[in-house]
């Protein structure tokens, strides 16, 4: 739910041109990989109020979604860094593409960034004990 409403501002962003729209994605951004969902805005209105709403809830492990997180941090942040630089084409060709990787967890349950995650783990650039649910099948999924 969180990607969807990622998805809504940066499309907004997008389409309007609002560059304020970029620092406030790159804050939430932030806010979510520093104290997880506790006081990122869009968090909270997913997690609290639209997800129980829908009635569906399906709980992930934290380690892959933090890091799927930086990843929209890095990438939000440049693209504002950009846009303040004057180069907006490409910030907002970098908008464009968080927006694809944020659609595809919306709308068809595909974290790109925790897929990397495994990619990086299962090679071992990312301890196996870090997520011990992301390695180990047989715990149980919520």
Do not use: H, Y
């Not at 109020?49 to 990843?71: D, S």
């Not at 495994?118 to 180990?136: H, K, M, T, Y």
């Amino acid at each position: 739910m969180t990607a969807a409403l990622v998805v809504v501002l940066a499309a907004v962003t997008l389409l309007t041109g609002f560059g304020w729209g970029l620092a406030i994605i790159a804050a939430g951004f932030w806010l979510r990989v520093l104290f997880g969902p506790r006081i990122s805005p869009l968090a909270r209105l997913s997690v609290k109020v639209l997800t129980p709403w829908l009635g569906r809830t399906r709980l992930v492990p934290g380690p892959p979604k933090r890091f799927a997180q930086g990843i929209g941090a890095a990438v939000s942040t440049a693209a504002a860094l950009l846009l303040a630089a004057g180069v907006a084409p490409a910030a907002w060709v970098l908008l464009a593409v968080l927006i694809a990787a944020a659609s595809l967890e919306a709308f068809a349950g595909f974290c790109l960034g925790c897929s990397i995650f495994g990619f990086l783990q299962r090679r071992g650039l990312i301890p196996e004990d870090v997520c011990e649910a992301c390695n180990n099948i047989t715990l149980p999924r919520a």
